[in-house]
């Protein structure tokens, strides 16, 4: 993603975060939170990497503070990750969280020892109810919700129709359909078939771990597999999907040197017509009107993650790497869940999302998605076909080096499992 990604998000080393133990994190409890402005005022920070909304957050927040004259909201937007999550550390060590912040990969962290709210219960279930299952899955713990999804996400396969046309291909089905689409491809035009980035190597998880509800036809066993809770990385059904993700990479479903391509090059081999196919997420509409050109926006296409079997469920990634937390501690607790109601308004949360080619998170604003890209894909979701593949437990993201083996074949399927298992519990701790 060339402004945000949100999978880098999980790219936090386990180091960092186990350094955040459950001490530290109780400094936060108590802290000023950011105290009132002149003449009465509440100050309500927000703390986010989100540039998709660079320029729409000012807009909203000279609104919100208009309608709210003894509320002042100030906005803080980093570059990305590397430079936000040191700082939100930081304030959170001293005692001193902003009032609303992006809980990056220490949502569930930051809510068990007391740092963030409990959303469930501070804007009640007809709230939440309104948010896709999946993005409040993975902000939930022993019953409470400790963030909001902002902008959702889910993949898909994007296209060259006239290169597929070109192989005498339609859009694959399965897997299966996909490896042979993508032989296809090579032998008839000399294209790549389907162009995968594995750098960051989190990426690979993005495609991956969606095969595991595949298998089962349950998104609660990616959920329990987070949180190592009866089920571990050896367990048979992750042994069987790596083994499908292996079929493909072996089989030449996909370009060499997966493992070195990153989100940028990957994009640019598909509007260049380097390649047919392109195994990405929804952010991609965003960075292809910034960099593809106009030709190509008007004739790609996208469709559905491949299903297991034919006739099987199309189960798609969908969670939200971009979420909303708010302090437990702040004395300004609640001017920041009136920001935060001002901001979810359908109708004015629709328009934020539509502005910046972004995905909802919200059932409601899904139904008046604009771009048609982002409006089939959203249609995905509606239709309950997303499920989780943000990994949020302690060590989680550690199974992703042990996939960029199995990718590079150093590692079989069941090796892989192994390694990732031991690679999950010693950056847990």
């Known amino acids: 993603m060339s402004l945000v990604s949100r999978r880098t998000i999980l790219r936090a080393t386990a180091g960092g975060i186990a350094g955040l133990g459950a001490a530290s994190l109780l400094a936060g409890c108590g802290g000023s939170g950011g105290g009132s402005g002149g003449g009465g005022k509440a100050t309500v920070r927000m703390w986010t990497w989100y540039t998709q909304q660079q320029e729409i957050f000012p807009q909203l927040i000279s609104e919100f503070e208009a309608a709210h004259p003894n509320i002042t909201v100030e906005n803080r937007m980093f570059g990305d990750t590397n430079a936000y999550l040191p700082a939100l550390q930081a304030a959170v060590a001293g005692g001193d969280p902003p009032e609303i912040f992006a809980p990056h990969v220490l949502a569930l962290q930051y809510g068990n020892a007391g740092i963030s709210a409990d959303l469930g219960k501070d804007l009640g279930p007809d709230f939440t109810a309104d948010f896709f299952e999946s993005a409040n899955q993975e902000y939930t713990d022993n019953g409470k919700q400790y963030a909001l999804g902002w902008m959702a996400q889910t993949f898909g396969i994007f296209y060259n129709p006239a290169l597929l046309q070109q192989a005498g291909v339609t859009e694959p089905e399965t897997w299966d359909d996909l490896l042979a689409a993508s032989l296809a ?18 990426n690979g998880l993005d495609l991956f771990l969606p095969m595991l509800t595949q298998l089962t036809d349950d998104p609660t066993f990616m959920l329990r597999l987070d949180k190592l809770d009866g089920v571990t990385w050896e367990h048979p059904v992750v042994v069987e999907g ?34 047919a196919m392109l195994f990405m997420g929804s952010w991609v509409p965003q960075d292809f009107v910034k960099s593809a050109p106009p030709e190509f926006l008007q004739t790609y296409k996208v469709m559905e993650t491949p299903a297991m079997t034919p006739g099987g469920k199309h189960w798609c990634a969908n969670q939200a790497g971009a979420g909303l937390a708010v302090s437990e501690t702040s004395p300004n607790k609640e001017a920041a869940l009136e920001f935060i109601r001002f901001l979810y308004d359908t109708e004015r949360y629709a328009k934020a999302m539509n502005d910046s080619n972004s995905m909802p998170s919200t059932k409601s604003a899904a139904e008046q998605v604009s771009d048609p890209v982002l409006q089939q894909m959203t249609s995905w979701l509606l239709e309950g076909n997303g499920c989780p593949h943000i990994l949020f437990g302690p060590g989680s993201a550690a ?24 690679a999950v519990e010693s950056a847990g701790g």
């Open 399 to 422: 199974a992703a080096d042990p996939l960029a083996a199995l990718i590079d074949g150093s590692m079989t399927p069941a090796e892989t499992a192994s390694a990732m298992q031991a």
């Open 185 to 202: 491809v090579k032998e008839r035009t000399g294209k790549i078939g389907t162009v995968f980035a594995n750098n960051p190597g989190t």
């Open 242 to 275: 790596l083994g499908v993700l292996d079929e493909l990479v072996r089989g030449g479903a996909f370009q060499e040197g997966i493992n070195a391509t990153q989100t940028n090059q990957a994009e640019q081999l598909l509007y260049t017509g380097e390649a």
